[in-house]
């Protein structure tokens, strides 16, 4: 029986499994670097990686409210005088000018004043030439002192009473054929209006018009008794309006109004706030959040928009590098409006992805 030579066959097989050995290890190492996903540097500059310390709970209470105008800043408008409206020269919501004209009137009233004024002027011209006669008289002995003196008298008598017509026509912005007119008598807005041409005012009209600067306003807050044992003078709130949810006003408590209204079943809050883009508009809806006294409680504290809802679980993409993020999954302790607080702990050099953390979190899981 011949020998047949082993070293030829069994060469070419171990050449072979060497190299599909060697192919599956590259093809391994492969497949990790694809896995690998790095934060390119153009979405790493548009998110947001955040710090997510331990911190006391701090839970929230949301109440509602309106916005209301500055009380103290409001002027409202009433005729003091009876009249027709000729011309009104605003709508409501304009913006005026203090000394602006707003409607002129006719009134017979303003014709009495200035048939007064004008009676008064022929008066006082007479007395003058009476008094000049009597002056002239006196002189001469022809009467006694006592005349002259009297019509004296009547002559400052009458001067008094001119001015008095003068400074009434003045006070009406009287434009003379029975006119007069009403001025602004500040700067601001129209809030309010009650007045059109062909329309008879008198004393006992309503205001005709009102108006407020609206750079401050007022925050009236709906307070019911369950929640009266958190809501304290002095207490910072943050104000959100249902106009324009994202923008936020920071603001205090400075008074609480002791009784209950009777008809909505609250006591009222006030909150004075700033309003320099005149965004916080009289009438608009709002949302007031308050914070409760901290609780003994401690968590992980990250932003509500690091966290992300996904298969009835929570997540959120921790941050190492922009090679090292990992999604966790968390268990929530508690939240309010603006962080959610996690039993998870994170390590120092560690953050949370806010912004683009789906988009982030998407890529991961694929």
């Known amino acids: 029986m011949k020998n047949i030579p082993i070293i030829p ?16 290890q590259q093809q391994k190492t492969d497949d990790a670097q694809a896995k690998t996903y790095c934060l390119s540097e153009a979405l790493k500059t548009s998110s947001s990686l955040l710090d997510a310390p331990v911190a ?3 839970e929230q209470l949301t109440l509602s409210g309106k916005v209301e105008y500055n009380e103290n800043d409001l002027v409202s408008f009433r005729s003091l ?30 014709q009495g004043l200035f048939q007064q004024r004008k009676s008064q002027q022929n008066q006082i011209s007479l007395l003058e030439k009476l008094l000049h006669t ?14 002259m003196l009297e019509v004296q008298h009547d002559l400052e008598t009458a001067r008094i009473e001119l001015d008095r017509i003068n ?27 009650d007045l059109s041409p062909g329309q008879i005012i008198t004393q006992e009209s309503e205001p ?21 044992k958190y809501v304290h003078v002095g207490d910072q709130v943050k104000v959100r309006t249902i106009a324009y949810p994202d923008q936020v006003y920071s603001g205090k408590i400075d008074k609480m109004y002791n009784v209950f209204d009777p008809n909505e079943h609250v006591m009222k809050a006030r909150v004075i706030l700033e309003n320099p883009n005149l965004r916080l508009m009289p009438g608009l809806m709002a949302d007031i959040i308050i914070d409760k006294a901290q609780s003994s409680t401690e968590g992980t504290r990250v932003p509500n928009q690091a ?34 607080y996690i039993a998870e702990r994170l390590d120092a050099q560690e ?16």
């Open 167 to 193: 400074q009434s026509l003045q006070l009406y912005h009287a434009t003379g054929d029975g006119y007069f007119q009403i001025l602004a008598p500040k700067n601001g807005y129209i809030i309010q209006k």
């Open 307 to 340: 966290l992300i809802f996904s298969n009835n679980e929570h997540y959120i993409v921790v941050y190492r590098d922009d090679c090292h993020m990992q999604v966790r999954k968390v268990t929530i302790l508690a939240s309010n409006e603006e962080h959610t």
């Open 9 to 24: 066959i069994v060469l070419p097989l171990l050449i072979c499994c060497y190299g599909c050995n060697g192919s599956h």
């Open 81 to 110: 005088l009876f009249g027709v409206v000729e011309q009104v020269a605003f709508e409501l919501g304009d913006q005026v000018k203090k000394g602006q004209v707003l409607a002129k009137i006719k009134s017979t009233e303003i």
């Open 134 to 147: 009597k002056r002239d008289l006196l002189k001469d002995g022809m009467i006694s002192e006592p005349e």
């Open 56 to 58: 006391p709970v701090v």
């Open 208 to 228: 005709l018009f009102s108006i407020s600067n609206l750079q401050e306003v007022w925050v009236m807050v709906n307070v019911y008794a369950s929640n009266l």
């Open 351 to 366: 953050k949370v992805m806010g912004s683009n953390a789906l988009l982030v979190f998407e890529q991961l899981r694929d």
